[in-house]
């Protein structure tokens, strides 16, 4: 209690992560938390013994954070990835057309008249969104279906999908865990425009089913097989909590960071904070675990570069993926 508060300098323009240490020394209300998380996100990414666990929904996937996701599973830093149906469609979409800048303030009615869609600040044409997932999954389920594929779990699904994107596209997502062969796991499947066309193409393939039974069970195998894990939960929603509900099986991880803008005061899954998931089993009691109050796609980038300089990543050789 008797730390005092360091004045933040700048002078001798110091790297990310000097200065994120000068932030925590600087004890300054949020950007303290800030701080702390990248000293938390440091200790998971170089901990070779920690499965590691990165949930996040499909929002931040349309932005420029989505190179920061594929960059931590393609360094090889991510064990597992939880995330929604959303993410499949924008990185899929992402991987063959650009999505554009736009306004909170753009005419909405006119957009619509325009066919182009507004997702917060940008804007993306119809064309580059709905047109190219068809165009790109209904080969893909055809030939699925022709080497005798009549079931698919989510990651199965995941991992196709990743290996039909260019090898070039060294930003997307589901190449990355494609490539490392880190699974995928999508608990809510059929909620976007990737789940629309299984459904659809199940109506003239009605032998297709979704087994996510499959998931589930790679899911306990990677949580009871694991020395300690840890969680980077970046916004709630499903995400979040599948990720901390299959880690209470064990009691608890032992790390966790999270990222939101969520309210806690509402009770929502998404605004409750770290330590709420101790008293569930969620977080073990013990675990270092950091909420952080913020804009993941301002948040994260800046996070991890820190958090990369301190350990002096990469570190892929030391850390080698966990997997089912």
């Known amino acids: 209690?008797?730390?005092p508060v360091e004045d933040i300098t700048l002078?001798?323009?110091p790297s990310l992560d000097l200065l994120m240490r000068r932030i925590e020394a600087g004890g300054g209300f949020s950007a303290k938390g800030v701080a702390e998380g990248v000293d938390l996100l440091a200790r998971m990414l170089s901990d070779p013994e920690m499965t590691l666990f990165l949930s996040f929904?499909?929002?931040?996937?349309a932005t420029g954070t989505r190179g920061v996701l594929a960059h931590l599973v393609r360094e090889g830093f991510i064990d597992a990835v939880v995330t929604t149906c959303g993410t499949l469609d924008h990185d899929l979409a992402r991987a063959f057309r650009p999505y554009y800048h736009g306004a909170w303030t753009l005419d909405d009615a006119e957009l619509f008249r325009r066919g182009l869609y507004r997702l917060g600040n940008l804007v993306i044409p119809q064309t580059h969104y709905g047109g190219i997932i068809e165009?790109?999954?209904?080969p893909l389920l055809r030939?699925?279906?022709?080497?005798g594929q009549r079931s698919l779990s989510s990651r199965q699904l995941a991992q196709a999908l990743g290996e039909i994107i260019p090898a070039g596209a060294r930003t997307s997502l589901l190449r990355a865990a494609a490539d490392r062969k880190v699974p995928v796991y999508v608990p809510g499947l059929t909620d976007g425009a990737v789940g629309s066309q299984l459904w659809l193409f199940s109506q003239d393939h009605r032998g297709l089913t979704l087994d996510l039974l499959k998931d589930e069970q790679e899911l306990s195998d990677l949580v009871y097989g694991a020395q300690r894990t840890g969680a980077i939960m970046l916004g709630g929603g499903i995400s979040k909590h599948h990720t901390i509900w299959w880690n209470q099986f064990r009691d608890g991880l032992d790390a966790a960071l999270y990222i939101t803008t969520a309210v806690e005061w509402d009770g929502s899954l998404s605004g409750a904070r770290t330590r709420e998931a101790v008293s569930w089993g969620k977080v073990k009691p013990s675990a270092r675990h950091v909420?952080?109050?913020g804009d993941?796609?301002?948040l994260l980038p800046l996070m991890t570069a820190a958090a990369l300089e301190r350990i002096?990543?990469?570190a892929s050789a030391t850390r080698p993926t966990r997997r089912p």
């Open 1 to 3: 209690m008797r730390r």
């Open 296 to 298: 993941v796609t301002l």
């Open 11 to 13: 002078d001798d323009r």
């Open 135 to 138: 165009r790109k999954m209904r």
């Open 143 to 147: 030939r699925l279906w022709a080497d």
């Open 312 to 314: 002096g990543a990469p």
């Open 57 to 61: 929904p499909a929002d931040i996937v």
């Open 291 to 293: 909420t952080v109050e």
